[in-house]
């Protein structure tokens, strides 16, 4: 069965840099696109970041754009999110998605449980 198991979370302070990764099974990682997306407390959830099945196109949210870089590696079946410059804001619940298709389409079919990532002094 299609399991994503994200991890990298914790505490950092603003400023500072946090890497999750999400470490995929149970389907063609290559073949499909995958996203990070986040939940703040008591806020609904914000899409942050896409990327084609190839890597060859990426796609970020303003409030992330210039501090969050996603990539992947195929050959380890993972996708990651470097996340620099990180503002108190950011402190959410991270999520990664299986995306439906090979290209960045925004429909997803597959959620892993999340990694919790506050930004505080």
């Known amino acids: 069965q299609v399991q994503l198991v994200e991890s990298g979370g914790g505490l950092a302070q603003p400023g500072g840099s946090l890497r999750l990764s999400c470490a995929a099974s149970g389907f063609t990682f290559s073949s499909y696109a995958m996203s990070w997306a986040r939940q703040a407390p008591g806020k609904g959830l914000e899409w942050v970041s896409g990327?084609?099945?190839?890597?060859?196109?990426?796609y970020y949210a303003d409030s992330v754009k210039g501090r969050f870089t996603i990539s992947r590696d195929n050959a380890k079946n993972t996708v990651y999110l470097q996340m620099n410059s990180l503002k108190p804001e950011d402190t959410a619940l991270y999520y990664c998605?299986?995306?439906?298709?090979?290209?960045?389409?925004?429909?997803?079919?597959?959620w892993g449980q999340g990694t919790q990532v506050t930004v505080s002094s």
């Open positions: 998605a299986k995306d439906r298709f090979s290209s960045w389409s925004q429909e997803y079919d597959y």
């Open positions: 990327i084609y099945s190839d890597g060859s196109d990426t």
